[in-house]
DNA sequence: CAGAAGATCTGC
DNA sequence: CAGATCTTCTGC
């Protein structure tokens, strides 16, 4: 298992919502590690992207995402659920991924337990339910995932199998009319149970 | 300073 | 399908 670089995410960030697809995001705390296998990512994209938090420049919500890559951007959203971001881009440059939905790999009856919630398939699946089931929250943002930290991303020998050109790309989540809901900047693993929206 | 919308999820 | 629930930003 390889730890991903400042290297990985110092790239524009549809670059690395496609390739983060297959990897592994882990976070150990003082209860275990968790991790979940990334099976569904988008892509924001700064004041290029209406979509984006940063879409107007930075405030003091959005500053992590206008640092250097590599770090956590969490936000609050409808008065209850945390959301987790990987920043990408250069310094100065608002870029960043959300990690919207996860195959349970490591640390499942931790996830169960603070989802409150039986079924692998409702673990991590969706934006909110992965952040809550690998244990993120407010304290997180700014956290970095290089090397040393306890919150990380990792390529190992499975992720190869969940790209190579299978990925598919659809316009993003649950933005409203206008604000980029047109661009193709959501990639996913076709047919796997793990990501939200199914039907 | 007030109002509205929000990168969502759950239960009815 | 609506309610939960509160932060952040915008406009007045």
Redesign the pocket.
Known sequence: MRRLTKDFYARDALTVARELIGCLFVHRTGEGISAVRLVET?A?RGPQDP????Y?GM????RV?FGPPGRL?V???????W?A?IVCGGEGVCE?V?LRAGEPVLGIDGMKQR?G?ASPF?LAA?????AQAVGISREDNGASLLRGGSLWCAADEVTPRYGSGEIAETI?????AG?GDDLPWRFLVPNNRHT?RRR
């Open positions: 988008e924001y979509g984006s938090h940063g107007r405030t003091e919500r959005t995402m951007y936000y609050f959203t409808y008065g209850m659920h959301c971001n960043a959300l989802r919630c409702l969706g934006p909110a339910r992965l993003r989540v649950g933005l409203g604000r939200s």
